[in-house]
């Protein structure tokens, strides 16, 4: 979380000329409320549970397009096994303090209402970090202007894409 998923991956799927699709805007619409709302009322498990079918359906479009998932979306082994499938995964790579600065602009985010948000979100990365280790591709993301980092992936999936055609 924090991660720019949503603004860079809008970005990057226009440069690419396909959809944008944010996972967490459909489960919302498929649930008919909020992730804070779903989370308070039904729970995390109940939550990933309609993360992974909603982001199951949406790797079956055959149309291409930029999948912004959420932050606990690849820790689910079968999610990670769907998109390894149907796509490529891409992890943006922050350090602590930079997602702390993000998130802390926001009050939407249920895993950070703790007493200790930001000890909260440093377990949370000692945790996924060594699963999202596991994506395709992974770009640093550093405090510089969207669009650099924008470039920077834009990159990094041409240089996957060539070594891929390259291996064939």
């Known amino acids: 979380m924090g991660a720019g998923k949503s603004s860079i991956g809008r970005r990057l799927a226009q440069r690419l000329g396909v ?4 996972a967490d805007a459909e489960i919302e619409a498929a649930a008919g409320r909020t992730i804070p709302e779903i989370f308070q009322e039904l729970g995390e498990p109940a939550f ?3 993360e992974r079918r909603v982001i199951r359906r949406l790797l079956e479009d055959r149309t291409p397009h930029v999948l912004a998932t959420g932050g606990g979306a690849f820790m689910a082994p079968d999610t990670r096994e769907a ?11 922050a350090d602590l303090d930079t997602l702390f600065e993000r998130v802390a602009r926001r009050s939407n985010r249920p895993l950070l209402k703790t007493a200790d948000p ?10 996924r970090y060594p699963v999202y280790a596991e994506a395709d591709i992974v770009v640093e993301t550093r405090r510089v202007p969207i669009e ?3 470039e920077k992936v834009y990159q990094a999936l041409v240089a996957h894409l060539n070594q891929c055609h390259l291996n064939q």
């Open 19 to 22: 959809d944008f699709v944010d």
């Open 48 to 50: 990933r549970d309609g």
């Open 83 to 93: 998109i390894k499938e149907k796509g490529l995964s891409l992890w943006l790579k």
């Open 118 to 127: 930001k000890e909260t979100l440093r377990n949370l990365m000692a945790i």
């Open 148 to 150: 650099t980092t924008v």
